[in-house]
């Protein structure tokens, strides 16, 4: 039976756009008090505000999820306003390309700090405090491009695909404690990361009906939630696919991706 979310304090990081925006205004009006955290102040005050308007309760901290002091920081000042934090929504992420000539590092570098140890960092600060209540819930929004490698995105599906296996092992872990772990891997959804995007997206979907199905998701307990199924279908056949046929497959992308941002992606 699917619990109730109403009375709960949520922390969803990455709020200030996109799925983390959709998916703290849901939480709102399902009744959670939700602490909003990203980079940016103007738009967090924006959607506090619009929370506030429609009889919700919110809170905002200001911090850069790479940052786990500037992270811990926030957190503990959402915990101020709001209470004990039982739902941790780590949503924040960050997707470039990758290069070959020259690699770029620091891109890379960028999105193992947002995408994969921005997920740890935001587990972290309200982990020991779930356990010692023996209650709380876990989130990560990670990606189906985790379950598989891709020409010209390697960096990007390997930071979430260290996502989702770090979850796999720490749902096991927290076996019996009360603490609960639910890995999201959406699809194409429209937010200011795909925006740029001109190549055919399948299955894309807005933001907001992609919230829908994620708290739905968590209300249910899921373990694990792939969406949509049809685009999780092609990414699990297309691993079967040769090398040459997945390279085929990206080159127009690949060279798009080369002409719109060159060899410096822009931080988005």
């Keep these: 039976m699917p ?14 756009s996109g799925i983390g925006w959709e998916l703290a205004k849901q939480l709102a009006a399902d009744g959670c008090k939700v602490g ?5 102040e103007g738009p967090l005050r924006a959607l506090a505000a619009e929370i506030t308007a429609a009889g919700g309760a ?5 911090a850069d999820v790479s940052d786990r002091g500037q ?3 926030g957190v503990a000042a959402l915990r101020a306003a709001l209470g004990p934090v039982d739902l941790m929504v780590a949503n924040a992420g960050v997707g470039k390309p990758t290069f070959l000539d020259p690699v770029n590092v620091a891109d890379v570098e960028d999105m193992f700090r947002v995408n994969t140890l921005g ?20 989130v990560a929004v990670s990606s189906l491009a985790g379950y598989r490698g891709l020409p010209g995105e390697a960096a990007y599906c390997a930071s979430k695909a260290a996502v989702n296996v770090y979850l ?18 959406p699809g194409f959804v429209e937010t200011p990361m795909t925006a740029t995007n001109t190549f055919h997206m399948p299955g894309l979907m807005t933001a907001a009906a992609a919230a829908r199905r994620i708290v739905r998701a968590v209300k ?5 939630y792939n969406f949509p199924w049809r ?5 699990k056949l297309s691993r079967w696919l040769p090398d040459g046929v997945i390279n085929w497959m990206m080159g127009d992308y690949n060279e798009e991706a080369k002409n719109h941002f060159g060899s410096t992606p822009p931080v988005p």
């Design 3 to 16: 619990q109730s979310l109403a009375g709960k304090v949520a922390v969803v990081t990455g709020a200030s």
């Design 36 to 40: 909003l955290l990203a980079r940016r």
């Design 58 to 62: 919110a809170a905002v901290a200001v």
């Design 71 to 73: 992270l811990e920081m």
């Design 119 to 138: 997920v740890v960092y935001a587990f972290a600060a309200v982990m020991p405090e779930m356990l010692a209540r023996k209650a709380g819930h876990l």
């Design 168 to 185: 796999d092992g720490l749902r096991i872990h927290l076996r019996g404690t009360g603490v609960r772990v639910t890995t999201v891997c």
């Design 220 to 224: 249910a307990g899921r373990k694990v």
């Design 231 to 235: 685009l999780h279908l092609m990414v």
